[in-house]
């Protein structure tokens, strides 16, 4: 038995010896407090040693600690990848889309791109071609401060019309999810369209959004004369780096505070207002592909674009 075992024992010992004398105020009361203190000191001290100690070891065996080990995934990563994220086309395309939209974080966010569509590949191959490098943006994204990834749905097919958009939306989620690491597989969960869905990969929750040509000039999703659809992924950690706040139905239309009420705000007075439920707990998966009038919830304005057109 270590000697901070039989310490902890006098402990209870002292504890229990205080107990029963307590109820008279004399020496005996005095002695057994002071026991009782005094073991409290010496096992803690014990302990906090102990701790620092196992962790020091830790630490020395451990070749890569703490943000090391970031770096070095980044630069495994880099080396194995064999175009820039950052110089990627899609990203000249959606660039009308990142400086005139209304949130107030888009000029400034930080994003990469799928890379360049190849004509001859299908939707599919090309999704595919990308996902390496979506897992790099992933591991690194958060340190980074890394906002969101780019899709790009190539050719014009696929975003002058909302059915058509919405089908190709789920062509590139679907493969996504079918070549997810995680092996979570989001796409084919029975519960999709409910609450309590998102979409994630590798296990990294992510906030969708979607914008098109088909999509007028008085919607949120608007593309701002861009001829493509593009898919904008945003880790949740996106989020929580910008303050954006807890997501809630109220606005302070009036006289806004907080980052959300501007952003609402914003998109109202350029005449893009998107429909605000009067519940946060909703199937997140209607808002991914919008309807083209965006203000009503209801079954007959819900884009159905997770399900396969026959």
């Known amino acids: 038995m270590s000697w901070w075992k039989i310490v902890f024992w006098i402990r209870m010992l002292s504890i229990v010896l205080f107990l029963v004398v307590s109820i008279k105020y004399n020496i005996q009361t005095f002695l057994a407090f002071i026991l009782m203190v005094v ?3 010496v096992l803690d001290r014990n302990i906090l040693q102990e701790t620092k100690s196992k962790s020091n070891s830790e630490l020395e065996s451990d070749p890569v600690p703490g943000v090391a080990i970031k770096e070095y995934t980044d630069s495994i990563l880099t080396s ?6 950052e110089g990627s086309e899609v990203l000249d395309h959606f660039r009308a889309v990142q400086m005139s939209t209304e949130c107030l974080f888009a000029k400034q966010a930080r994003l990469w791109g799928c890379r360049d569509y190849r004509m001859h590949f299908t939707l599919e191959e090309n999704v595919l071609q990308s996902v390496p490098m979506l897992i790099k943006f992933l591991a690194i994204g958060q340190y980074r401060h ?7 749905l190539g050719g014009a097919d696929l975003g002058q019309d909302v059915s058509d958009f919405g089908e190709g939306v789920r062509r590139v989620l679907l493969s996504l999810s079918d070549a ?19 979409f994630s990969f ?7 959004t979607t914008f098109a040509p088909c999509y007028p000039p008085t919607s949120s999703r608007f593309a701002f004369g861009s001829q493509f659809g593009f898919i904008l992924l945003q880790p949740m950690y996106s989020f929580v780096l910008h ?8 606005t302070n239309w009036a006289d806004p505070k907080s980052a959300r009420d501007r952003i609402r705000v914003a998109y109202k007075r350029s005449g893009r207002p998107y429909y605000i439920r009067n519940t946060i707990y909703y199937p997140t998966v209607h808002d991914i592909v919008k309807p083209v009038r965006d203000m009503e919830d209801n079954a007959d304005n819900i884009i159905q674009w997770w399900k396969k057109i026959k």
């Open 243 to 250: 303050d954006i706040g807890k997501d809630t139905p109220l």
């Open 146 to 152: 890394l906002d969101g990834f780019v899709f790009e």
């Open 80 to 85: 194995v990848l064999d175009y820039d994220p």
């Open 39 to 41: 073991s409290f000191y």
């Open 202 to 208: 590798n296990k990294h929750p992510i906030f969708v």
């Open 180 to 198: 997810d690491p995680a092996n979570v597989h989001c796409m084919d969960l029975p519960y999709i369209d409910q609450k309590g869905w998102v």
